[in-house]
């Protein structure tokens, strides 16, 4: 097995890493980390936490240099995982200056720290912005890489991401790192790569210890059943998958009003909201968190035991990342599916496509009837628009906004709602519980 020590890594990088805490490489790290620091192109296929950051980051500490201008680029598909990406190679990379540039914030100040930056971590939204704005040079890029691939492609960035590589210079590092190599990734390689190493590492989930079980449970009993389990199971942190925003709000209001600690996240909350959730999330003090697809890829969680699919995705490969939240580092994992007649067409889909899943029926338990919460006055209540009408604002107003720039306010549910840095308003709750667990032992409902 390779170490670090004979990687060919510079002293100050290998000082940095062991300062770290990192001892060994991971498989991806082992395998990718040689040839990036010999400035080949990379196509990567690893899962999340498997430790893609650093391994790119590696090129960056090795060839970026400190006030010389922009020369690294990392797009990413959502803020949470650019917040994250620049953390991590910040704590690699302490001499560079990492600028994080994502939509749903202020572009002013973004603006302003361009000017002294080394290292940008992007949305495609929000860069293509600056780039109109003509706020961002890239001319001096000489690292370019692709986190999460094949998500931000799902999520319809193709022409985006396609539109920010022609910017680029021709003459740099192409880095791509997905959780799957997709075909669309195979063509833009052989479009914008230059003989490039493929790697592939062995998924983090083990399946050995992980268990799928579902219910089958008519629609208006789901909120009951989920209330039931997450009382009676044991242990640590729960993650519940829902499809919409607004199930998401709707699931964690009802926790939290039959004494759940938890916490939601979507794409309609600030970037403040949605950080600050996560990191509450991730240290433990409060114990579910309820959120769409924007968690499910990329950041990084520990200490999941179980994940549950309160709604079914429609594509199998989200079902695949939804589920590899859990079961990590040879810790065993739980995912509880709660099927009602809306999610048979998705669930086939994802037991014919995953045919080696081993996913168990569980009769539902006896569960006591629960009333659920609906939307307050002031929820419901329409805004006036600017001539004094009520209108229908499903969305808290962000309907006539979305129509004006063309845009569906029902879109794909992450950052690039807000790519163009819009405001929504926050929803979701203002104050957090402080318990770890994310259910009180509590006696079966009769």
Do not use: W
């Not at 994992?333 to 496509?353: A, K, P, Q, T, W």
């Not at 919460?373 to 002031?378: M, Q, R």
Request: contains cysteine; proline residues 4%; aromatic residues 6%.
């Amino acid at each position: 097995m390779n170490t670090f020590e004979n990687m060919s890594l510079s002293n100050n990088l290998l000082q940095a890493i062991q300062r770290l805490g990192f001892t060994n490489p991971t498989e991806i790290q082992e395998k990718a980390i040689p040839h990036i620091v010999n400035g080949k192109d990379i196509i990567g296929e690893s899962a999340t936490g498997s430790g893609k950051t650093l391994a790119f980051g590696c090129s960056m500490a090795e060839h970026v240099k400190p006030n010389e201008g922009l020369q690294a680029l990392i797009l990413t598909p959502t803020r949470e995982l650019a917040e994250q990406v620049r953390n991590s190679i910040k704590e690699l990379t302490p001499q560079l200056r990492v600028l994080p540039i994502y939509g749903g914030v202020s572009i002013n100040p973004q603006i302003d720290n361009l000017r002294k930056t080394d290292v940008v971590v992007a949305t495609p939204g929000r860069l293509l912005d600056h780039l109109q704005r003509r706020t961002i040079n890239l001319s001096k890029i000489k690292i370019l890489v692709l986190d999460e691939a094949d998500r931000m492609l799902d999520m319809g960035f193709i022409d985006d991401v396609e539109r920010i590589i022609r910017v680029c210079p021709k003459e740099r590092q192409t880095l791509f790192f997905s959780a799957t190599i997709s075909s669309q990734i195979k063509n833009l390689a052989q479009r914008y790569m230059i003989e490039p190493v493929t790697v592939l590492a062995e998924k983090q989930v083990d399946p050995s210890k992980l268990k799928q079980v579902y219910f089958n449970v008519m629609k208006h009993g789901k909120l009951a059943l989920l209330i039931h389990l997450l009382k009676q199971e044991a242990s640590g942190l729960a993650i519940i998958f829902c499809n919409t925003r607004n199930t998401t709000d709707f699931v964690n209001r009802n926790l939290r009003a039959n004494k759940i600690d938890a916490v939601s996240i979507h794409g309609g909350l600030s970037q403040n909201k949605r950080s600050n959730t996560i990191e509450i999330f991730n240290k433990g003090k409060v114990g579910v968190l309820v959120c769409t697809d924007v968690a499910a890829r990329g950041l990084h969680i520990e200490n999941v035991s179980h994940v549950f699919n309160y709604e079914i995705p429609k594509d199998a490969k989200d079902y695949v990342h939804r589920i590899g939240r859990t079961a990590r580092a040879g810790e065993e994992g739980m995912v509880m599916n709660l099927i009602c007649e809306l999610d048979h067409d998705n669930f086939g889909r994802v037991l014919s496509e995953y045919r080696d899943f081993n996913v168990e029926k569980i009769e539902k338990p006896e569960t006591a009837s629960i009333a659920p919460i609906k939307p307050s006055n002031l929820e419901q209540r329409p805004r006036r628009n600017s001539f004094g009408n009520r209108g229908n604002q499903r969305s808290f107003g962000s309907n006539r906004r979305n129509q004006r720039f063309g845009r569906n306010s029902n879109s794909r549910d992450s950052e690039e709602s807000n790519s163009r840095g819009f405001r929504t308003r926050n929803s979701g709750p203002r104050n957090f519980g402080s318990k770890k667990r994310f259910g009180t032992k509590r006696p079966r409902f009769n």
